[in-house]
T-cell receptor, first 109, second 117 residues
């Protein structure tokens, strides 16, 4: 079983739509969780950390469900500029980082 | 945030030659660096984990004799693709992490696009 499984996508949504991605993780000892964004031909950049209490940054909301072992990313009021690949990252312990396969999002005018 | 650089950003080489890619943490000490490879329209694939002053740990299926990794200082790791072949053409990305940091955030380099002809 993979350490991290991510929604396969791709997601094609109209501008203004709300879209959500999930990642499930297998190791209950996982400590930290992140969402990264990767634009085509560029390196991944940190979008936001994911906390047990959930966190929000503008139109983006990240949540962690430890009981069901998944993290989610919600994007509200999608913009064209949100088109990218979104990667979840799960850290089990120091030096043990696991990436999801990425979910491609295309926001359509 | 912290800055990680990679050099070169783009390289074309002939089949059979070796290529060295440098990854530098510019404003922090990176106790650990990771090397990834990404083929078009695919996700990042971790190749190896490099700890300063020790041998790299390679992921299953990655040939350690072909992809030589050296992490001689806290700010520099190098990846050498030896005897490159066209199938090694890919986007190579490094990331750096500091064990002294308060979070586990990885800082990614801008990537190196390798084309082997």
């Amino acid at each position: 079983r993979k350490e991290v499984e991510q929604d396969p996508g791709p997601f094609n949504v109209p501008e203004g739509a709300t879209v959500a991605f999930n990642c499930t993780y297998s190791n209950s000892a996982s400590q930290s969780f992140f969402w990264y964004r990767q634009d085509c031909r560029k390196e991944p950049k940190l979008l936001m950390s994911v906390y047990s209490s959930g966190n929000e940054d503008g139109r983006f909301t990240a949540q962690l469900n430890r009981a069901s072992q998944y993290i989610s990313l919600l994007i509200r009021d999608s913009k064209l500029s949100d088109s990218a690949t979104y990667l979840c990252v799960v850290i089990v312990r120091t030096n043990q980082f696991y990436f999801g396969t990425g979910t491609s999002l295309t926001v359509i005018p | 945030g912290a800055v990680v650089s990679q050099h070169p950003s783009w390289v074309i080489c002939k089949s059979g030659t070796s290529v060295k890619i440098e990854c530098r943490s510019l404003d922090f000490q990176a106790t650990t660096m990771f090397w990834y490879r990404q083929f078009p329209k695919q996700s990042l694939m971790l190749m190896a984990t490099s700890n300063e002053g020790s041998k790299a740990t390679y992921e299953q299926g990655v040939e350690k004799d072909k992809f030589l990794i050296n992490h001689a200082s806290l700010t520099l790791s190098t990846l050498t693709v030896t005897s490159a072949h066209p199938e090694d053409s890919s986007f190579y990305i490094c990331s750096a992490y500091s064990s002294g940091a308060s979070s586990y955030e990885q800082y990614f380099g801008p990537g190196t696009r390798l084309t082997v002809t």
